[in-house]
């Protein structure tokens, strides 16, 4: 009983260990903008769309490990303008991320 006991307590404080990274992760990608550049054509609509997969990349880019499967838009990227990714950081932590696609020059 005794060693159940220790054993539910030790998997509290990784469970909380977790959590706590998990927050931090929250807080350092919303405090960031991760910005893309595009070829344009008419309406300021680019070429082609930004993309999960290319999102992660740039996470990755920057330190961070997520997964493209993690990271959910709410419409497609298709314009120049400002777009917000939900990323799913687990433990039922969510954050917000903010992403700009700019024309490119030249």
């Given amino acids: 009983v005794r060693q159940l006991r220790d054993e539910q307590r030790q998997q509290a ?10 927050e ?5 990608l919303e405090d960031m903008q991760v910005v893309f ?5 008419e309406d300021n609509r680019i070429f082609g769309t930004v993309t999960t997969q290319q ?5 990755s880019n920057r330190g ?12 497609d990227i298709r314009f120049v303008g400002a777009y917000t990714a939900t990323i799913d950081l687990g433990h039922d932590i969510t954050a917000a991320l903010d992403i700009q696609v700019i024309p490119e020059s030249g």
Avoid: H, P, Y
């Fill in 55 to 59: 999102i992660a990349v740039e996470l």
């Fill in 13 to 22: 404080r990784k469970q909380a260990a977790k959590q706590e990274q998990a």
């Fill in 37 to 41: 550049t595009a070829k344009v054509g």
């Fill in 24 to 28: 931090r992760l929250k807080n350092e």
């Fill in 64 to 75: 961070f490990d997520i997964d493209r499967r993690d990271i959910d838009l709410d419409e």
